[in-house]
């Protein structure tokens, strides 16, 4: 559900929930003043692209990439073999777009209006969403930064050459900040956390997985829940992962939107990759593999959201208890009078 969709829903349910009040004799406002609590979920539990305004949000795409508005020109390369990007790709903002492999996007690509170069196999619809998008992103890359953490890993920092790292979570939203991520030889990073808990970990430094390292899930959260968001300016993202008789798997959404991003390997990644937006002063490139190249993204949206329907169920009960509550107290009950 979109953040505009969210308001109408909520816009329906207050007034719903006014008229009911006068109905039943409640103060009007101060019932209303209880709803304020419920803004758009994601910013009352969990943080969302959607909550930037963006027309098609940063987290719509298994690749999104570009400069920032007025930034610098860099280069989207997309080259090798098989279906590469199950989802949609943007490319926002004067970037240059080389590569052979166009066939391998299953949904659309969309291309902001001052991008130039082609994908051979794949026509390009072109589109402002991609340029909002990378707005948003930006903005939610900023915000996920600043959120006050919620625990630590040893060292502050994940550095793994074999065996297995576990990253337990507590219920609800969990924040880490590590300054590095680095996965090689046969190294596993696991989190485990239940259906319902999130996990943002904020990497100031560089993020790179090579050998035949893998990201995995246990306990029943998802990928949808798991977003690495990697805020050190030219730290660079790298995966180069995994062989042809190995191949690997990695969840959790990539957002680095200061760094060159590279791709490639024997890798399926569930989630979608985000960044490389160029600034004013600098240039970033997003490569993703080479002529041989099975890297392979699966997109899964980052943190879905909860229905309305949960929301109306939660007001509407809260109308139910206060009438309850009053009739049990008799008349207006203490300290309330008639709006």
């Known amino acids: 559900m979109t953040e505009r969709h969210f308001k109408a829903a909520t816009g329906a349910v207050r007034m719903a929930m006014a008229t009911r009040a006068a109905q039943i004799g409640l103060p009007a406002a101060a019932l209303l003043a209880g709803l304020a609590g419920f803004a758009h979920p994601a910013a009352a539990r969990f943080l969302s692209f959607g909550q930037y305004g963006d027309t098609q949000h940063g987290d719509s795409y298994g690749i999104l990439t570009g400069s920032q508005s007025g930034g610098t020109a860099g280069t989207f390369t997309f080259t090798g073999s098989g279906t590469k990007v199950t989802g949609d790709v943007g490319v926002g903002n004067n970037e240059a777009i080389t590569g052979g492999a166009g066939g391998g996007i299953s949904g659309t690509l969309y291309t902001s209006p001052s991008v130039t170069g082609s994908l051979t196999g794949k026509t390009a619809t072109s589109s402002s969403n991609p340029a909002t998008g990378i707005t948003s992103a930006t903005n939610f890359s900023i915000a996920a930064a600043a959120l006050a953490t919620t625990g630590t890993v040893p060292g502050n920092a994940i550095n ?174 203490a300290g309330m009078t008639p709006a």
């Open 160 to 333: 793994k050459t074999s065996g297995t790292q576990t990253i337990s979570l507590s219920a609800g939203q969990n924040v880490i900040n590590v300054s590095s991520l680095s996965l090689s030889g046969n190294s596993t990073l696991q989190i485990s956390g239940t259906a319902g808990d999130r996990l943002i970990l904020n990497v100031s430094g560089g993020f790179s997985i090579t050998g035949t390292s893998a990201i995995t899930l246990t306990g029943g959260i998802t990928a949808a829940d798991l977003l690495f968001n990697v805020t050190g300016s030219g730290a660079n993202v790298t995966i180069h992962n995994g062989t042809s008789t190995s191949k690997k798997t990695i969840a959790g959404t990539i957002l680095a939107p200061s760094d060159n991003i590279s791709l490639d390997g024997y890798t399926t990644l569930t989630g979608s990759v985000i960044g490389a937006f160029g600034t004013p002063s600098t240039a970033y490139t997003f490569t993703d593999g080479t002529s041989a190249n099975n890297f392979a993204i699966a997109y899964v949206a980052y943190a879905p959201e909860p229905s309305s329907l949960a929301v109306l169920g939660v007001a509407l009960g809260g109308l139910g208890f206060i009438r309850r509550r009053r009739r049990g107290q008799g008349g207006n009950g």
